[in-house]
Protein backbone atom coordinates (compact mmCIF):
# COMPACT_ATOMS: atom_id res chain seq x y z
CA UNK A 1 0.00 0.00 0.00
CA UNK A 2 1.50 3.50 -1.10
CA UNK A 3 -0.21 6.35 1.27
CA UNK A 4 0.71 9.80 0.02
CA UNK A 5 0.58 12.72 2.38
CA UNK A 6 0.69 16.47 1.45
CA UNK A 7 0.44 19.73 3.02
CA UNK A 8 2.24 23.07 3.40
CA UNK A 9 5.06 23.56 6.16
CA UNK A 10 4.20 23.43 9.49
CA UNK A 11 0.45 21.88 9.67
CA UNK A 12 1.92 18.51 10.88
CA UNK A 13 2.34 15.93 7.69
CA UNK A 14 5.93 14.98 8.98
CA UNK A 15 4.47 14.02 12.14
CA UNK A 16 1.29 12.45 11.55
CA UNK A 17 3.31 10.09 8.48
CA UNK A 18 5.78 9.56 10.94
CA UNK A 19 4.30 8.10 13.76
CA UNK A 20 1.12 6.51 11.62
CA UNK A 21 3.77 4.44 10.06
CA UNK A 22 5.14 3.33 13.16
CA UNK A 23 1.61 2.05 14.36
CA UNK A 24 1.14 0.32 10.85
CA UNK A 25 4.07 -1.21 10.46
CA UNK A 26 5.02 1.11 7.41
CA UNK A 27 8.05 2.49 5.92
CA UNK A 28 7.93 6.31 6.52
CA UNK A 29 9.42 8.44 3.46
CA UNK A 30 10.25 12.03 4.09
CA UNK A 31 10.57 13.38 0.86
CA UNK A 32 11.51 16.76 2.71
CA UNK A 33 14.28 15.77 4.63
CA UNK A 34 15.93 14.16 1.10
CA UNK A 35 15.47 18.11 -0.33
CA UNK A 36 16.89 19.19 2.66
CA UNK A 37 20.15 16.54 2.22
CA UNK A 38 20.84 17.53 -1.29
CA UNK A 39 20.22 21.38 -0.18
CA UNK A 40 23.09 20.80 2.98
CA UNK A 41 25.14 19.09 0.42
CA UNK A 42 24.80 22.28 -2.45
CA UNK A 43 25.60 24.85 0.63
CA UNK A 44 28.77 22.71 1.89
CA UNK A 45 29.98 22.65 -1.97
CA UNK A 46 30.06 26.39 -1.92
CA UNK A 47 27.97 26.42 -5.14
CA UNK A 48 25.58 29.22 -6.02
CA UNK A 49 21.93 28.31 -4.68
CA UNK A 50 20.93 30.05 -8.14
CA UNK A 51 23.85 27.88 -10.10
CA UNK A 52 20.90 25.04 -11.15
CA UNK A 53 22.88 23.40 -13.59
CA UNK A 54 25.73 22.65 -11.07
CA UNK A 55 23.22 21.66 -8.36
CA UNK A 56 21.30 19.33 -11.25
CA UNK A 57 24.89 17.92 -11.50
CA UNK A 58 25.37 17.71 -7.63
CA UNK A 59 22.10 16.07 -7.52
CA UNK A 60 22.68 13.38 -9.82
CA UNK A 61 26.06 11.90 -8.28
CA UNK A 62 24.29 12.34 -4.48
CA UNK A 63 23.80 9.25 -2.58
CA UNK A 64 20.66 9.99 0.31
CA UNK A 65 19.26 7.18 2.36
CA UNK A 66 16.47 6.83 5.00
CA UNK A 67 16.75 4.52 7.97
CA UNK A 68 13.73 3.83 9.97
CA UNK A 69 14.41 3.16 13.41
CA UNK A 70 12.41 1.04 16.45
CA UNK A 71 12.18 4.15 17.93
CA UNK A 72 10.21 5.53 15.29
CA UNK A 73 12.77 8.27 15.06
CA UNK A 74 14.06 8.75 10.90
CA UNK A 75 18.12 8.60 10.07
CA UNK A 76 19.33 10.60 7.85
CA UNK A 77 22.54 9.80 5.60
CA UNK A 78 23.88 12.15 2.77
CA UNK A 79 26.74 10.24 1.20
CA UNK A 80 26.81 8.01 4.05
CA UNK A 81 27.20 10.35 6.14
CA UNK A 82 24.22 11.07 9.38
CA UNK A 83 23.04 14.61 8.89
CA UNK A 84 19.40 14.15 10.19
CA UNK A 85 20.38 16.83 12.72
CA UNK A 86 22.26 18.97 10.46
CA UNK A 87 19.57 19.71 7.52
CA UNK A 88 17.07 21.11 10.44
CA UNK A 89 19.38 24.43 10.77
CA UNK A 90 17.80 27.13 9.66
CA UNK A 91 20.17 28.13 7.16
CA UNK A 92 18.70 24.84 5.21
CA UNK A 93 15.11 25.92 5.57
CA UNK A 94 15.73 29.30 4.24
CA UNK A 95 16.54 28.03 0.93
CA UNK A 96 15.85 24.49 0.37
CA UNK A 97 12.51 25.23 -1.24
CA UNK A 98 14.91 27.44 -4.18
CA UNK A 99 16.22 24.06 -4.58
CA UNK A 100 13.50 21.76 -4.46
CA UNK A 101 11.91 23.96 -7.37
CA UNK A 102 14.18 23.28 -9.68
CA UNK A 103 12.60 20.97 -12.45
CA UNK A 104 15.22 18.21 -13.14
CA UNK A 105 16.29 17.68 -9.03
CA UNK A 106 12.58 17.16 -8.76
CA UNK A 107 12.85 14.62 -11.47
CA UNK A 108 15.70 12.99 -9.92
CA UNK A 109 14.37 12.58 -6.46
CA UNK A 110 10.57 11.45 -7.50
CA UNK A 111 12.48 8.60 -8.99
CA UNK A 112 14.67 7.97 -5.77
CA UNK A 113 10.87 8.11 -4.11
CA UNK A 114 9.49 5.77 -6.01
CA UNK A 115 11.98 2.94 -5.84
CA UNK A 116 12.18 3.76 -2.03
CA UNK A 117 8.04 3.64 -1.87
CA UNK A 118 7.86 0.79 -3.95
CA UNK A 119 9.84 -1.90 -1.75
CA UNK A 120 7.24 -2.02 0.46
CA UNK A 121 4.25 -0.76 2.82
CA UNK A 122 5.30 2.92 2.71
CA UNK A 123 3.72 6.34 3.43
CA UNK A 124 5.01 9.40 2.19
CA UNK A 125 4.72 13.38 3.11
CA UNK A 126 5.77 16.02 0.85
CA UNK A 127 4.17 18.68 -1.24
CA UNK A 128 3.31 16.60 -4.57
CA UNK A 129 2.99 12.84 -3.11
CA UNK A 130 -0.26 12.58 -4.24
CA UNK A 131 -0.65 14.82 -7.80
CA UNK A 132 2.94 13.57 -8.64
CA UNK A 133 5.26 11.21 -7.24
CA UNK A 134 2.37 8.56 -6.60
CA UNK A 135 -0.57 9.93 -8.11
CA UNK A 136 -2.17 6.45 -8.00
CA UNK A 137 -1.87 5.82 -4.22
CA UNK A 138 -4.14 3.96 -2.58
CA UNK A 139 -4.99 6.78 -0.05
CA UNK A 140 -4.35 10.32 -0.34
CA UNK A 141 -4.44 13.04 2.37
CA UNK A 142 -3.97 16.80 2.49
CA UNK A 143 -2.66 18.20 6.05
CA UNK A 144 -3.55 21.46 6.33
CA UNK A 145 -4.24 24.30 9.60
CA UNK A 146 -4.59 28.45 9.69
CA UNK A 147 -1.13 29.76 9.39
CA UNK A 148 -1.29 31.43 12.95
CA UNK A 149 -1.14 27.88 13.93
CA UNK A 150 1.29 26.41 11.50
CA UNK A 151 3.26 29.44 12.93
CA UNK A 152 3.02 28.37 16.44
CA UNK A 153 3.74 25.04 15.69
CA UNK A 154 6.75 25.42 13.36
CA UNK A 155 8.68 28.14 16.32
CA UNK A 156 7.67 25.35 19.38
CA UNK A 157 9.67 22.30 17.18
CA UNK A 158 12.36 24.83 16.17
CA UNK A 159 12.86 26.33 20.09
CA UNK A 160 12.73 22.12 20.91
CA UNK A 161 15.88 21.48 18.82
CA UNK A 162 17.39 24.33 20.72
CA UNK A 163 17.43 26.60 17.75
CA UNK A 164 17.15 30.48 18.84
CA UNK A 165 14.28 31.95 16.48
CA UNK A 166 11.90 34.30 16.77
CA UNK A 167 8.01 33.48 16.36
CA UNK A 168 8.05 36.72 13.44
CA UNK A 169 11.22 34.86 11.73
CA UNK A 170 8.88 31.65 11.66
CA UNK A 171 6.08 33.60 10.31
CA UNK A 172 8.26 35.29 7.37
CA UNK A 173 9.86 32.16 6.50
CA UNK A 174 6.56 30.07 6.43
CA UNK A 175 4.96 32.81 4.34
CA UNK A 176 8.01 32.57 1.90
CA UNK A 177 8.09 28.82 1.62
CA UNK A 178 4.43 28.93 1.03
CA UNK A 179 4.25 31.33 -2.17
CA UNK A 180 7.80 29.29 -3.55
CA UNK A 181 5.76 25.86 -3.04
CA UNK A 182 2.50 27.22 -4.40
CA UNK A 183 3.52 29.02 -7.07
CA UNK A 184 6.35 27.15 -8.64
CA UNK A 185 6.19 26.23 -12.40
CA UNK A 186 7.16 22.36 -11.66
CA UNK A 187 4.58 20.16 -8.97
CA UNK A 188 3.74 22.80 -6.91
CA UNK A 189 1.89 22.32 -3.41
CA UNK A 190 -1.84 21.68 -4.43
CA UNK A 191 -4.16 19.00 -3.03
CA UNK A 192 -4.95 16.10 -5.15
CA UNK A 193 -8.79 16.18 -6.15
CA UNK A 194 -9.27 12.56 -4.43
CA UNK A 195 -7.26 13.15 -1.49
CA UNK A 196 -8.74 13.48 1.99
CA UNK A 197 -8.63 17.08 3.42
CA UNK A 198 -7.61 17.19 7.12
CA UNK A 199 -8.09 20.61 9.13
CA UNK A 200 -5.57 19.62 12.20
CA UNK A 201 -5.61 23.22 13.69
CA UNK A 202 -8.00 21.93 16.41
CA UNK A 203 -7.27 19.06 16.40
CA UNK A 204 -4.09 17.21 19.05
CA UNK A 205 -1.70 14.32 17.25
CA UNK A 206 -3.06 11.56 18.36
CA UNK A 207 -6.98 12.89 17.42
CA UNK A 208 -5.12 13.15 14.03
CA UNK A 209 -3.20 10.10 13.63
CA UNK A 210 -6.64 7.94 14.99
CA UNK A 211 -8.47 9.63 11.85
CA UNK A 212 -5.86 8.93 9.20
CA UNK A 213 -5.71 5.24 10.81
CA UNK A 214 -9.55 5.05 10.45
CA UNK A 215 -9.47 5.68 6.70
CA UNK A 216 -6.73 3.26 6.24
CA UNK A 217 -8.07 0.15 7.78
Known sequence: MIVAIDGPAGAGKSTIAKITAQ???FLYIDTGAMYRALTLKVLESKVDIH???RIIELALITSIDLVNEPDGT?????DGRDVSSAI???FITKVVS????IKEVREVMVKLQRRMGKTRDSILDGRDIGTVVFPDADKKFFIDANPEERVKRRHKE??????????DDVKADLTNRD?????????PLKKAD?????????????????????YLR
Open 23 to 25: KMG
Open 51 to 53: NSQ
Open 74 to 78: LKVFL
Open 88 to 90: RQP
Open 98 to 101: DIAK
Open 158 to 167: LIGLGQDVSR
Open 179 to 187: KIDTTREVA
Open 194 to 214: DAIYIDTTDLSINQVVNKVMG
